[in-house]
């Protein structure tokens, strides 16, 4: 994605590419480390393990790790919340509060999740994440103006290449 929708070199793409998948990686090693060292600090304070332990630590874990707010923690965040909502939805059934639905609820899910992001692409685009902004012009927008075969079938980026 990097490549194909995002700006500068390709030396510095590559670079950009090298850096987020280090911080991605030593952001989830310190949240790893944080996490079990507080589980093992709150069994041994209260004796035995808690249900609520593993919220108390991710809680703590989470704002000293995943807290500051940049590209690679509003991605795994954005990530995680997706999975958790889905889920939320499936505990709902689960624990009987919610009736499992008849039909597959994903179609509906799918559509709403497109209108509303194609919505705001096209009405408030500011509000959508640099990266999400990016692909989606490229897709919808520099899509619409191309001068050969190559634009249409490769690549289809003004002032590139």
Do not use: C
């Not at 704002?63 to 889905?86: A, C, D, H, P, W």
């Not at 889920?87 to 689960?94: E, I, N, P, S």
């Amino acid at each position: 994605m990097t490549f194909l929708f995002g700006r500068g070199t390709t030396l510095e793409k590559f670079r950009g590419i090298l850096k987020a998948t280090y911080m991605h990686s030593k952001n989830l090693a310190k949240f790893v480390f944080l996490y079990k060292s507080m589980m093992v600090m709150l069994q041994r304070m209260e004796g035995k393990e808690q249900h609520f332990h593993s919220f108390i630590a991710g809680v703590i874990g989470g704002y000293l790790v995943f807290g500051e707010n940049n590209k690679i923690n509003s991605q795994i965040n954005m990530y995680l919340l997706s999975r958790i909502l889905f889920g939320a939805a499936r505990l709902l059934v689960k624990k009987g509060i919610i009736q499992e639905p008849k039909t597959d609820p994903f179609p509906i899910f799918a559509s709403i999740v497109w209108g509303i992001v194609m919505w705001q692409f096209y009405n408030h685009k500011e509000v959508l994440q640099p990266s999400l902004q990016n692909s989606m012009t490229y897709l919808y927008r520099d899509s619409n103006v191309w001068n050969d075969l190559w634009d249409f079938l490769v690549f289809n980026k003004p002032g590139t290449i």
